[in-house]
């Protein structure tokens, strides 16, 4: 079992940055696939960012070059970087961990709010 926490979320201007935070509690973290979604107001959830086990990043082309995943194993935690951010950015953003069988180790948090609006 897995717990997330999603922190970080707030309003920002159109170009500004943003870093949010999830914070994983239970066993095996390091095992897991940890994934970024986001859910826009009145549009269905996205995936945005992966960070495998081995490390390696993959994007979403909407925020390729702008978005950076990351994890930090002895701490239980993965981040997004935001930056450029755009008004489309805005959204409830969800972290997710995973593991094969994903039927059997499918975790998400409650979410973060991300406003971009000036």
């Known amino acids: 079992q897995v717990q997330l926490v999603e922190s970080g979320g707030g309003l920002v201007q159109p170009g500004g940055s943003l870093r949010l935070s999830c914070a994983a509690s239970?066993?095996?973290?390091?095992?897991?696939?940890m994934d970024w979604h986001r859910q826009a107001p009145g549009k269905q959830r996205e995936w945005v960012a992966r960070?495998?086990?081995?490390?390696?990043?993959i994007y979403a082309d909407s925020v390729k070059g702008r978005f950076t995943i990351s994890r930090d194993n002895a701490k239980n935690m993965v981040y997004l970087q935001m930056n450029s951010l755009r008004p489309e950015d805005t959204a409830v953003y969800y972290c997710?961990?995973?593991?094969?069988?994903?039927?059997?180790?499918?975790?998400w948090g409650q979410g973060t709010r991300v406003t971009v609006s000036s």
């Open positions: 960070v495998t086990i081995g490390n390696s990043a």
């Open positions: 997710r961990a995973a593991k094969a069988p994903f039927n059997s180790y499918d975790y």
């Open positions: 239970g066993s095996g973290f390091s095992t897991y696939i």
